[in-house]
C-alpha cells in the first residue's frame, strides 16, 4: 500500500485509511479414519470484533503528527460500505474516508502514538478506604475531575508524564482495544477539555 501514501486527498475534516479485509484460516485436521479434512475458520467476525476486527488500520494520508504508514486505532462504526473508496481494487484491503474524530491514536508494536490534542491518562482515586462513619469500602471512588498524564504528543507542552490534569467531569474517554493480541483499554482525553494543572 506504500504507493498509495498521500496519493488520496481527503476532503474537509476526514483521513484516508486502509483496513485488512476479513479473512479465512486454513485449518488441516486429520480425522479418525486418518484423512485429511481442510476446516475454515472465518476470521472476519470474533467474540471482540468491536475491538480488534476494523478498528486496527493504516493512516494512508499524514494527519496531524502521524505520518502516512502509520497503524492506527479507529472507531469500529468508522469502517463501512458509505466511506469506502473503490478507486484502487485490492482483494486484501479496503479503502476508506472517516471523519477525523473516529481516529483515536496511532500505535507501533504495542506502543501508543498520542495525536495532536489528545493525551493519554489514568483515572485517580480517593486514597480513603474508609466512609466518614467508619465503614471500610470495597470500592475505590474515582475523582471526577481530576487525571494522571500516561502519555501525551510532543505538541502539548504545559503537562508532562506523571502531571495531575483538572478536567471538565466525564471528559474521561475510554477505549477498549486488542492490540497484539492483548485485550487492553486507554483513556483518552482531549487538550481542550483540561481546565488546570493539579
Not at 466518614?132 to 474515582?142: Q, R, V
Amino acid at each position: 500500500m506504500e504507493h498509495l501514501y498521500n496519493t488520496i486527498r481527503p476532503v474537509g475534516k476526514r483521513v484516508i485509511v486502509s483496513v485488512k479485509k476479513g479473512s479465512k484460516d486454513s485449518h488441516l485436521v486429520t480425522g479418525p479414519d486418518g484423512k485429511e479434512v481442510e476446516l475454515f475458520v472465518d476470521t472476519s467476525f470474533s467474540w471482540d470484533g468491536k475491538v480488534s476486527n476494523p478498528t486496527q488500520a493504516t493512516l494512508l494520508t499524514d494527519y496531524k503528527n502521524l505520518k502516512a504508514g502509520t497503524n492506527v486505532l479507529v472507531h469500529h462504526n468508522a469502517i463501512n460500505a458509505e466511506n469506502q473508496l473503490d478507486i484502487y481494487p485490492d482483494t486484501t484491503t479496503t479503502i476508506h474516508s472517516i471523519e477525523e474524530e473516529f481516529l483515536y491514536f496511532g500505535f507501533r508494536g504495542e506502543e501508543l502514538i498520542c495525536l495532536d490534542g489528545y493525551m493519554i491518562v489514568e483515572r485517580m482515586y480517593e486514597d480513603d478506604y474508609v466512609s466518614p462513619g467508619g465503614i471500610i469500602l470495597t470500592e475505590k471512588k474515582k475523582l471526577d475531575t481530576m487525571m494522571r498524564i500516561v502519555n501525551k504528543p510532543e505538541s502539548i507542552t504545559d503537562f508532562e508524564v506523571g502531571d495531575i490534569a483538572v478536567v471538565y467531569k466525564f471528559s474521561d474517554y475510554e477505549i477498549t482495544h486488542n492490540i497484539g493480541g492483548k485485550r487492553t483499554s486507554v483513556i483518552r482525553l482531549k487538550y481542550s477539555d483540561c481546565l488546570g494543572k493539579g
